[in-house]
């Protein structure tokens, strides 16, 4: 598997800042997502890592603009490559020029996500003309039939339903389908999940071609497993409890882990390489916090080794090291 790919340093084709969204219910406030803070650049993919409950997903649907109730969107801002704020966009605009055509979304559960009453195709006519109402069917079905051969899938697999379908080849449907206007960034969340390893290693190949070949310019890969976005993540973002605790290069993330958290979350996964099975498999302990009554301070402080009072005090600020990107007050000092 090759992760080779020019990436521009300089071209950003996504850029989030402080984006904060609360799950607003009866009981509280469950505060899912805090000041996250990141940047996507041209060509990268960009791993997302951290436990069940860290808010991947939900940041997977902010980005997306499919924020349903009772998530709502409470801070921060989303940019394109051109400076749009895509938050503060007109419904029109983001259906027509932002979700599938910038931004696409291979949801969680994707391979139970399609109505199973409507052909492939079908569901395809419906994608596209969302956007290109006047689009022909007769294109829309040639533009699906070559996607569909560039990712290895057979024509007949457009003529067929989703449940006629083996587990890979709903997975590849998925994809083919959210990928097929060519969006400049596609957000995969967790798109290996229930799949067996050598299917999984099958989907991960397609994200890469998908990537190489200029069919999505940009990746965002949400996963709890770090030994995946090991394969062909260029950089890793660590979230915990809502909020980023760590972002770098995959083998800096890896294999020199700078927050506390990172570390151990590393430490519970089983990596081949000889310098990480020679180490001990440990767990984290504690247990995530509540989001509704998050602790005061780092969030992280109570399940942490290294805390200080500071710590339990007040939240650690996102500070930049040697290229790395770190919410600790180790190094905010």
Request: with cysteine.
């Amino acid at each position: 598997m090759s992760k080779e790919v020019t990436i521009s340093s300089t071209a950003t084709v996504l850029k989030a800042e402080n984006i904060t969204a609360y799950y607003k219910l009866l009981a509280g406030d469950v505060r899912a997502l805090e000041d996250v803070t990141f940047s996507l650049a041209s060509g990268e993919i960009f791993g997302i890592a951290g436990e069940s409950g860290c808010g991947k997903s939900t940041l997977a649907a902010t980005l997306s603009t499919v924020m349903l109730p009772p998530l709502k969107l409470i801070g921060g801002k989303l940019f394109t490559d051109d400076g749009r704020s895509i938050f503060e966009l007109r419904e029109r605009t983001l259906r027509r020029e932002i979700r599938g055509k910038y931004l696409a979304l291979i949801p969680q559960s994707a391979m139970n996500c399609l109505n199973p009453t409507k052909k492939i195709k079908d569901l395809i006519f419906d994608a596209v003309k969302a956007h290109d109402p006047r689009k022909p069917k007769m294109e829309i079905l040639k533009i699906a039939m070559e996607q569909f051969a560039e990712i290895g899938l057979p024509p007949r697999a457009l003529q067929s339903y989703f449940f006629e379908l083996s587990g890979g080849m709903k997975q590849r449907s998925v994809i083919a389908i959210s990928s097929l206007l060519n969006p400049k960034v596609l957000i995969a969340d967790e798109p290996t999940v229930a799949l067996d390893v050598s299917t999984q290693k099958a989907v991960l190949d397609l994200l890469v071609r998908l990537r190489n070949k200029g069919i999505v310019q940009s990746m965002i890969l949400i996963t709890h497993d770090i030994a995946v976005l090991r394969q062909i993540a260029d950089r890793i973002m660590v979230m915990y409890a809502g909020m980023v605790v760590e972002i770098g290069p995959t083998e800096d993330v890896v294999f020199k882990p700078l927050h506390p958290y990172t570390e151990a979350l590393i430490s519970t996964v089983i990596v081949p390489e000889p310098d990480i099975k020679k180490k001990v498999l440990t767990g984290i302990p504690g247990a995530p916090p509540n989001l509704m009554n998050p602790p005061p301070g780092c969030r992280f402080h109570p399940r942490c080794k290294f805390a200080m009072s500071k710590c339990k005090e007040e939240v650690p600020p996102l500070v930049t090291t040697n290229g790395r990107t770190v919410r600790c007050w180790n190094y905010a000092e």
